[in-house]
C-alpha cells in the first residue's frame, strides 16, 4: 500500500498559480502511474491528470489541458500538478492517487487525504 500526502493547496484569485506536491512513502513509488483527481461540493469526483511511471506518457482532462502541467521526481517520490490561469470552477479537494497501470478512471488503488483549492474570483 502507498501512502501519500498532498501539499500546497490553498486560496489564490482567479488568474493566480498554485503548484500541489504529493508525496508518496513508498519505495517503489517510480514503478506507479500517478494520477490528480479533484472533487468539487455537490460534484461527483473527476479526472485531472495521470502521468505514467516513467513520465513518457501523460494524459489531461479537456476542462485543465493547457493550463496545469503533471510531473514527477522518482528521487524524491513525489508527483506535482502546477496549476497557472486558475479559475473559480477550479476550486475543489485535489487527490493524488497511485496504481499499477496509467488510467483516467476511478479505479485507483491508494488515495491521499486531499488538499483543498479555492479560487476567488
Known amino acids: 500500500q502507498v501512502q501519500l500526502v498532498e501539499s500546497g493547496g490553498g486560496l489564490v484569485q482567479a488568474g493566480d498559480s498554485l503548484r500541489l506536491s504529493c508525496a508518496a512513502s513508498?519505495?517503489?513509488?517510480?514503478?506507479?502511474?500517478m494520477g490528480w483527481f479533484r472533487q468539487a461540493p455537490g460534484k461527483e469526483r473527476e479526472f485531472v491528470a495521470v502521468?505514467?511511471?516513467?513520465?513518457?506518457?501523460?494524459i489531461y482532462a479537456d476542462s485543465v489541458k493547457g493550463r496545469f502541467t503533471i510531473s514527477r521526481d522518482n528521487a524524491k517520490n513525489t508527483v506535482y500538478l502546477q496549476m497557472d490561469s486558475l479559475k473559480p470552477e477550479d476550486t475543489a479537494v485535489y487527490y493524488c492517487?497511485?496504481?499499477?497501470?496509467?488510467?483516467?478512471?476511478?479505479?485507483?488503488?491508494?488515495w491521499g487525504q486531499g488538499t483543498q483549492v479555492t479560487v476567488s474570483s
Open positions: 513508498e519505495r517503489t513509488f517510480s514503478s506507479y502511474a
Open positions: 492517487a497511485a496504481r499499477r497501470r496509467i488510467s483516467t478512471g476511478p479505479d485507483y488503488d491508494d
Open positions: 502521468i505514467a511511471w516513467d513520465a513518457v506518457r501523460v
